[in-house]
T-cell receptor
Framework: KAGVTQTPRYLIKTRGQQVTLSCSPISGHRSVSWYQQTPGQGLQFLFE???????NKGNFPGRFSGRQFSNSRSEMNVSTLELGDSALYLCASSLGGVTDTQYFGPGTRLTVL | AQSVTQLGSHVSVSEGALVLLRCNYS??????LFWYVQYPNQGLQLLLKYTSAATLVKGINGFEAEFKKSETSFHLTKPSAHMSDAAEYFC????????????FGTGTKLQVIP
């Protein structure tokens, strides 16, 4: 069974640009969560989608948005990039139940210059 | 608001020695608690999780953790460290109403000395 895949793995952008990251969950998983990991702030929850609906949201500005498609694939978009958005963005998928395990992808390393 | 505190950003143990990584939680409602491991340049892997079924939780790779409500702790242990255990470990918490909204600790880097 294929794991969670994230594309691209590495990305370099400049301030002010926007970026879209993609996450393909494990087959059959309906929940996709996104996390940001930085040396200064650590791991922070961005949002979670379940069956195309945002079910939970972390404390991030509106520049961070996401969506989920009918095949459960998810995209995360960051508009008007700032230097502080440089981070490893992790995606995790699960069946979506309260006790279901989240499986993480390898992440997308975003560098903002 | 829920939170976790990991004591010690770096822990060193000798190969074969006991591994003890400390985590204390703060939650206003009964929590779900997790330990994740992250190897360099990789995503997170779930080691174990507490969801109120049993206070002693056994996970993968010989790790286990005990939920102690009186101490608000969920420390991770392994009887005998292996070189392959060198990684960063994260404790995390979610309240019972929102499993997928997880709050992570700051992480503990485990070094295993041969």
């Amino acid at each position: 069974k294929a794991g969670v895949t994230q594309t691209p793995r590495y990305l370099i952008k400049t301030r002010g640009q926007q970026v879209t990251l993609s996450c393909s969950p494990i087959s059959g998983h309906r929940s996709v969560s996104w996390y940001q990991q930085t040396p200064g702030q650590g791991l922070q929850f961005l949002f979670e989608y379940f069956s195309e609906t945002q079910r939970n949201k972390g404390n991030f500005p509106g520049r961070f948005s996401g969506r989920q498609f009918s095949n459960s694939r998810s995209e995360m978009n960051v508009s008007t990039l700032e230097l502080g958005d440089s981070a490893l963005y992790l995606c995790a998928s699960s069946l979506g139940g309260v006790t279901d395990t989240q499986y993480f992808g390898p992440g997308t390393r975003l560098t903002v210059l | 608001a829920q939170s976790v505190t990991q004591l010690g950003s770096h822990v060193s143990v000798s190969e074969g020695a006991l591994v003890l990584l400390r985590c204390n939680y703060s939650s206003s409602v009964p929590p779900y608690l997790f330990w994740y491991v992250q190897y360099p340049n990789q995503g997170l892997q779930l080691l174990l999780k507490y969801t109120s079924a049993a206070t002693l939780v056994k996970g993968i790779n010989g790790f286990e953790a005990e939920f102690k409500k009186s101490e608000t702790s969920f420390h991770l242990t392994k009887p005998s460290a292996h070189m392959s255990d060198a990684a960063e470990y994260f404790c995390a918490v979610s309240d019972s109403g929102g499993y997928q909204k997880v709050t992570f600790g700051t992480g503990t880097k485990l070094q295993v000395i041969p």
